[in-house]
């Protein structure tokens, strides 16, 4: 009990957006006077930083942006992004930061760093950081740089490519998954020995806040309908908060379809049927399984792009958090997935022909050519693809 008000006074302090969120003052007194009122947020209080805008350290026309390659494939994968970049003049430098979670010592020193990176430069790009399996006292460091920068959204987006062929075409998902709080809050321990307990944490003001953030996605990206993801059949405290509070917000946005879908026939339905999914928003756990399958139903987790989205900062990532150790080094990772990450990256901070000429390069190598990686069945290496990718953007104006 002690870490849960430990945790809950944090959020107080440091992470809730109903006391101290620039962009959320408008709720606040109102939630704080009526704390057992619904809370629906205002739509003119919020400030979407997914949408175009630019890094903070811009000098000379050029983009600083941190990156945090990550451990396994992920120093191969950045490594693909920057001569991708390099060959497109692309007006970005990267503060490279190493950050890993092989190694035992220096990581609190190491993590500071790349959250002082960047809440400087307000964007970032990186890869998967292992998480030790082994060791109950490791913490994710990936969790930790969510929770220190306050990355409250995640968004992945699955879609269907063409020359890839899947069971399904035509697919184009996008999940919604609040990254902060919910089975993710780290607050466990052993009552007894042989019984644990984990907390779930699930707050109005969160719920509140990834709800609004999909709503306005759809209706920034031109999307018809949102499907809110719960079990609050069973947990009808905490999932039925979530869902009460997506109910709420949905009223805000008339021309937006509403529908909620519990988690377990969910799965089923996306695998069977993913085409009635349009934007997904759900719990954190929730958000970790269907963006996998979300990303098996289009190729794999080598095709999928991801960002984690705060009020001050984002951050790129791939949308299927692997670090695949048993690859790394080897030269056979698919870097589609990062290649199409930093496109998202390129348009957010407002380099869109540079953005464009990449995308195109990537879907030409893809749909045109023979080149495919072991995961898409072919025999070609990391190097390989990402040259085929540089061939084709001689193609298109790079």
């Known amino acids: 009990l002690g870490r849960y008000f430990v945790y809950m006074a944090s959020l107080l302090r440091r992470g809730s957006p109903v006391w101290q969120l620039k962009t959320w003052r408008t709720s606040a007194v109102s939630a704080h006077k009526h704390p057992r009122s619904p809370t629906v947020i205002p739509r003119a209080s919020y400030t979407d930083v997914s949408q175009e805008s630019t890094s903070r350290s811009v000098y000379g026309g050029r983009h600083i942006v941190t990156l945090i390659p990550g451990d396994g494939i ?84 699955c879609r269907s490519i063409p020359g890839i062929k899947t069971r399904h075409d035509s697919v184009d998902i996008v999940i919604i998954r609040e990254n902060t709080e919910g089975e993710y809050s780290r607050l466990e321990h052993e009552i007894v020995p042989g019984v644990v307990e984990s907390l779930k944490i699930v707050t109005r003001a969160r719920s509140n806040m990834i709800a609004k953030f999909a709503f306005d996605y759809a209706t920034t990206h031109h999307r018809k309908r949102v499907t809110a993801i719960h079990k609050a059949n069973i947990m009808k405290m905490s999932d039925g908060l979530f869902l009460r509070q997506c109910e709420q917000v949905a009223t805000l946005y008339p021309d937006i379809e509403f529908k909620s879908m519990i988690i377990d026939n969910c799965c089923m339905q996306l695998i069977s049927n993913p085409r009635q999914f349009d934007v997904m928003v759900m719990p954190n756990l929730y958000g970790n399984i269907l963006s996998n399958i979300g990303a098996g139903l289009v190729g794999g987790p080598g095709l999928c792009p991801g960002k984690n989205v705060g009020v001050e900062c984002i951050v790129f990532e791939q949308g299927a958090r692997h670090a695949a150790i048993s690859k790394a080094f080897q030269n056979k990772a698919n870097p589609t997935a990062m290649l199409l990450t930093s496109v998202d990256l390129l348009r957010h901070i407002g380099l869109t022909h540079h953005a464009q000429s990449i995308e195109a390069a990537i879907y030409k190598t893809l749909s045109l050519s023979k080149v495919r990686t072991e995961d898409l069945g072919g025999t070609a290496s990391t190097s390989q693809f990402v040259q085929a990718v540089i061939k084709h953007m001689e193609g298109v104006g790079a």
């Open 74 to 157: 992920g120093p191969e994968l950045a490594a693909s992004v920057k001569e991708v970049f390099s060959y497109a003049n692309v007006p970005v430098d990267f503060e490279e930061i190493l950050v890993s979670g092989l190694i035992s010592k220096g990581n609190k020193k190491t993590l500071e760093r790349a959250v002082n990176s960047l809440q400087r430069n307000g964007v970032g790009i990186k890869g998967v950081i292992r998480t030790q399996l082994d060791d109950v006292d490791s913490l994710s460091l990936n969790m930790l740089l969510r929770t220190e920068l306050d990355l409250f959204a995640n968004v992945v987006r």
